[in-house]
């Protein structure tokens, strides 16, 4: 069954603007999505009428937020499919789950470990690790790309071994819009017995995730790429393992008993969430869930993929573009190059900006992929499910015009 694309879109009060006396065409949503009236409603409403800080009051205002705040993380439970709801923990985004699990990791790893991760990372998937990998002298390895720029799985057995403690990878690249075979990594790294993070930042927005059909130890992602605020995010991890692990930040709510030698930590998920959480933020990020339940995130899969799809057809039509990844399953987004000497895919985006056309150029936090394509960047054209095949149509006009005034 289609969906009512022009009912979706008026849910989006920012899709009715112009850019440049032009109507916007809005395809940057690998760097954040848009907001639908139902998340910016449900914040103005907390603030407006039961505004108050969680867990710790008595009083009535403070047992409202937090019921509110518990019901987002019931709903967010059930979106991931996580077996408990306290193996839910509120972080900030993707690159503070990353930097939660390197950090409780400091005095975990030892020096003759190894950690892998892959080539196709966003930086916030190889920066942490880095840093890990100095406090503790462990090593750190990485999973190659191929020359088309997809996962090269050949070498597993010597990459993924008995000395790897852990293995990080995205589900779905910010860079390319390329699907990772995840499944096959998470396999080999627990027949190997180390335990498995997927970034998910670009691959929940985008597609059912379970984390426990996947069967990977931890799973990251960021509110505001899927409908929802920015300053909110998710670390879910399997509660055996994050029972194991140290806190995170210390402070309040993530105790027991304070004195002043000593303190024992509260539990699960309150251990990892130390301080004032962000409660609109969280409470918007539980809307954000209602928005896509209500559509199906399988219908919202469906449409983009007929997007994708579409959008590689039309790219391949022009002359002088090359599509990165060409070949692989995409999820979201796709990234090319116009190959005129001496361009740059900013001079594309400033040219798609004139015509009211919003794309990401440069690396994308994904340095590791340009210098393997020997590139400073692509232009990358990102789909949410209020894009429509008309808006491709004025996307592919707009390169038109790039190449003839690049070309
Ligand atoms: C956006 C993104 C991140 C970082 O997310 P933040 O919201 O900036 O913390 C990490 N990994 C991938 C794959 C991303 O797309």
Not at 190 to 214: I, K, M, N, R
Request: one cysteine or more.
């Amino acid at each position: 069954m289609a969906l009512d694309i022009q009912q979706i879109r008026s849910q989006f009060p920012i899709l009715q603007r112009q850019v440049n006396g032009q109507a916007l065409v809005y395809l940057d949503n690998g760097a954040t999505s848009q907001k639908p009236q139902m998340v910016l409603d449900v914040i103005d409403h907390y603030y407006k009428n039961y505004n108050a800080n969680v867990h710790r009051g008595i009083h009535t205002l403070s047992q409202e937020a937090t019921d509110k705040m518990e019901e987002a993380r019931v709903k967010i439970q059930n979106f991931i499919h996580a077996k408990h709801v306290h193996e839910v923990i509120f972080t900030r985004g993707t690159t503070e789950g990353i930097n939660l699990l390197a950090t409780v990791l400091s005095s975990v790893i030892k020096a003759n470990d190894e950690i892998v991760i892959t080539e196709i990372e966003h930086h916030s998937n190889i920066v942490p690790w880095q840093m890990l990998c100095e406090r503790t002298g462990a090593t750190l390895k990485f999973i190659p790309l191929t020359a088309d720029g997809i996962l090269d799985l050949t070498q597993l057995d010597t990459i993924i071994t008995k000395n790897t403690k852990l293995v990080c990878v995205n589900q779905v690249s910010n860079a390319l819009g390329v699907v990772n075979p995840i499944e096959k990594i998470i396999e080999k790294a627990h027949q190997e017995g180390a335990w498995v993070l997927v970034d998910a930042a670009q691959s929940v927005p985008h597609t059912p995730v379970d984390v426990q059909a996947l069967d990977c130890d931890f799973l990251v992602f960021s509110g505001h790429k899927m409908y929802g605020p920015t300053g909110i995010g998710i670390f879910y991890g399997k509660e055996a393992i994050l029972n194991q692990l140290p806190p995170f930040h210390g402070g309040g709510e993530m105790i027991k008993e304070v004195t002043m030698e000593k303190s024992t930590y509260a539990c699960l998920p309150f251990k990892f969430e130390a301080g004032t959480p962000d409660v609109a933020g969280i409470i918007g990020l539980g809307a954000a869930v209602d928005f896509i339940n209500a559509i199906g995130i399988q219908a919202i899969h469906d449409h983009e993929d007929q997007l994708v799809k579409y959008c590689m057809e039309q790219l391949s039509q022009l002359d002088g573009i090359k599509i990165y990844a060409k070949d692989a399953p995409h999820a979201g987004a796709i990234s090319f190059n116009l190959l005129f000497d001496g361009v740059h895919s900013s001079d594309v985006g400033m040219i798609l900006d004139k015509k009211g056309i919003a794309v990401r150029t440069g690396h994308h936090c994904a340095q590791p992929i340009m210098h393997h394509f020997n590139i400073p960047g692509t232009v990358r054209a990102s789909f949410a499910v209020y894009n429509t095949k008309e808006e491709i149509d004025v996307l592919i006009n707009g390169l038109k015009t790039a190449i003839r005034m690049l070309g």
